[in-house]
């Protein structure tokens, strides 16, 4: 009975991995694995399909959120996890939770409304840039950073801990040379699920980053990502335009696969410690 | 007021009672363009013939061609023209002419543009405003639509694909450079805001938070537009597939003769639209 439930959910995982590599697998066959990945011109209406401008794309933003979100989202677990009175954190840990529950096209908005007019205004460019995608996918990320990583600091043995203090270390010296280094697994299958969830971000990328698909010059360049380019043009792509789009979706499908799997290892390591 | 609405209220009972045997329905799929004017028009229809549902979905011209092929949909909506191994298989009637109007932004010196510059700036040759008119220094900020659209489709084939001296045609690629949006309301709402954006958008979406530029010396006006000495416009059409709209329903027939009618020609111009009524059956 647990059974058959448990194979149904993945041979839904087996048909859409099938199906996706199927429609897309003959494309990158005809067009070359190293045309397709590396090619920079994408014209998919006259035949040109290079996603190398979007596999820039997708990383710099990527990049560009790690950022912001990482050094931001370890310090708001580490203030949680050792700092915040009891109030505050019961306060802040829902509030997170609920950053985490905002559905994407609303960051999309907020940022199209305030983060692209001030950056067109007061940096210049046409503020639809790797700059703004990077501001709101790091926001975005926060939630899966700070709760994971939390909870990596909090479940330590307090052996950790207690030791460093009895040794006469300080209480920031503590964090820093101990617990921060023993949690360090599970901090980093945090930022690498939140670093999953930048990457996979489409609605709020294809309203802010403007989706262009030549090379970007600098953080102030329009670009599009992997998934803007499946989300932005599925609605009308038929024949070959369409298996370029589930060629694409093979690509991300590989990425998002490997970042995974880094982060799967990394927790069960982390297991192992305890 | 009372009486009026007691009346509504009577007539909405009378026929209630009639059209619960049967509901007709009828599915339209198709253009995202066209979509709005259908869904005015299928209101107005709904409201005077109470036993018919007018279902009207979006999905992109393909596919509301594909979907008339496969019988799931009754109507598709289309902003392109059909390509030859659609047009032998179906039916299709022009229902009305969008404008396409290059926007810039209000406080744009620049009013007017030639389809020589167009050309020029949209294949990444000009570059600054300064070489049409506008504050030099300033960097175009390019708006286009998403490969595979219809309103992007018109641009290319009118604007981007000409015949030059030797008589040879050339086909221009619209930059790379150029940011990309997925409907003529954002890209309506940056260019807004955004001093240095040029776009292009329907006429009908066309407002007083942007300008609509001259092409070539002529202004983007309905009138215009219903001339052809505007020369950017695209054709809406319906789309039929003959095996089965009309053999099984005379709602899909009478729907459309409600569109070509005065009644909806009167929508189609309230909304910026030139109607026209070119059928083309087999």
């Keep these: 009975m647990f059974l058959i439930f448990a194979l149904t959910s993945i041979s839904v995982l087996a048909v859409i991995t099938g199906f996706i590599f199927m429609q897309g697998f003959p494309l990158i066959a005809d067009v070359g694995l ?3 990945l590396f090619g920079t011109t994408w014209e998919p209406t006259r035949g040109q399909f290079g996603i190398g ?15 912001i979100g990482i050094p ?10 050792e700092f915040a009175p009891g109030i505050v954190r019961k306060i802040f840990r829902p509030a997170i939770q609920l950053l985490a529950g905002i559905p994407s096209v609303v960051y999309g908005f907020w940022g199209i409304m305030f983060v692209v007019p001030f950056i067109r205004n007061y940096f210049g460019g046409p503020g639809l840039s790797i700059l703004a995608g990077s501001i709101v996918l790091g926001i975005m990320m926060l939630p899966t950073i700070i709760s994971i990583s939390e909870v990596a600091i909090v479940s330590l043995s307090h052996t950790y801990k207690e030791g460093a203090l009895a040794l006469g270390m300080t209480h920031w ?14 901090i980093v299958a945090g930022v690498i699920l939140g670093l999953g969830r930048a990457l996979g971000e489409t609605m709020a990328v294809i309203m802010i980053l403007g989706n262009a698909t030549a090379l970007p010059e600098s953080i ?11 989300g932005l043009e599925m609605g009308y792509a038929t024949g070959v335009h369409r298996q370029a789009l589930f060629a694409t979706g093979i690509v991300l499908f590989i990425i998002i696969m490997l970042l995974n799997i880094i982060a799967q290892h990394l927790t069960n390591r982390g297991d192992m410690i305890e | 007021m009372i009486i009026v609405s007691s009346a509504v209220f009577f007539t909405l009972s009378v026929d209630g009672n009639n059209s619960k045997i049967a509901k007709t329905r009828i599915t339209i799929a198709g253009s995202t363009s066209v979509q709005p004017y259908i869904g ?13 549902t007018v279902n009207v979905q979006g999905g992109g011209s393909s596919n509301g061609i594909k979907a008339v092929i496969d019988g799931t949909a009754d109507i598709g909506m289309s902003s392109r023209a059909l390509k030859p191994d659609e047009a032998e298989k179906l039916d299709y009637i022009v229902i009305a002419r969008d404008g ?13 543009l030639s389809i020589e510059q167009v050309r020029g700036i949209y294949s990444g040759k000009i570059t600054d405003w300064g070489e049409v008119g506008g504050e030099s220094g300033r960097a175009f900020h390019l708006f286009t639509r998403e490969a595979g659209s219809g309103t992007r489709m018109v641009f ?36 807004s805001g955004d001093l240095n954006a040029l776009g292009f958008i329907s006429l009908g979406m066309v407002d007083d938070t942007v300008r609509g530029l001259q092409l070539d010396g002529v202004a983007p006006t309905l009138e215009n537009v219903n001339k052809g000495v505007y020369r950017l416009y695209r054709e809406f059409l319906l789309v039929l597939n003959p095996q089965i709209s009309y053999s099984d329903s005379n709602a899909i027939n009478d729907f459309i003769n409600f569109i070509l009618s005065e009644d909806g020609r009167e929508i189609l111009v309230n909304e910026s639209l030139v109607p026209v009524a070119a059928v083309h059956c087999h």
């Design chain 2, 156 to 191: 290319e084939e009118e604007i981007m694909t000409f015949t030059n001296e030797e008589g040879e045609e050339i086909v221009l690629t619209i930059t790379a450079e150029s940011m990309v949006l997925n409907s003529n309301g954002a890209i309506k709402a940056m260019v």
């Design chain 1, 53 to 67: 401008a979007m596999i820039a794309g997708s990383l710099a933003v990527t990049f560009g959120a790690a950022l």
């Design chain 1, 173 to 186: 010296q503590t964090i820093l040379a101990v617990q921060l280094p023993a949690a360090k697994s599970g």
């Design chain 1, 220 to 230: 102030l360049s329009p670009v599009r990502t992997l998934t803007a380019n499946i």
């Design chain 2, 100 to 112: 396409l109007v290059l926007i810039t932004h209000k406080d744009n010196p620049v009013d007017r």
């Design chain 1, 34 to 36: 190293r045309d397709f």
């Design chain 2, 40 to 52: 005015l028009i299928s209101e107005e229809y709904e409201k005077k013939f109470m036993s018919v």
């Design chain 1, 72 to 81: 931001v989202g370890i310090c708001c677990s580490i203030f949680m996890a």
